[in-house]
């Protein structure tokens, strides 16, 4: 199962062209918002994806922490 990531995390990349890995949850710099398939420096999986597409793909989590 891919990775959620928090709302906040992706406006930040998005701002900073910054990608993330949906299996492992590592960030990758200087990704086009529209990355796809990009290989992860962490777990060397092809899974990094760009701010715009993890939004797209529906992996946001909206739940705030109590």
């Known amino acids: ?3 959620t990531f928090d ?5 930040e990349g998005m701002e ?11 960030e990758k710099e200087c990704c086009e918002p529209d990355a796809r398939e990009y290989r992860c420096d962490e ?8 701010a715009e597409e993890i939004i797209m793909m529906e992996l946001i989590n909206f739940e705030e922490d109590e």
Not at 7 to 11: G, K, Q, T, Y
Not at 18 to 25: D, M, P, R, S
């Open 43 to 50: 777990c060397g999986e092809m899974t990094v994806y760009g």
């Open 7 to 11: 709302l906040e995390v992706i406006e």
């Open 1 to 3: 199962m891919p990775k």
């Open 16 to 26: 900073n062209g910054i990608g993330f890995c949906i299996e492992c949850g590592a």
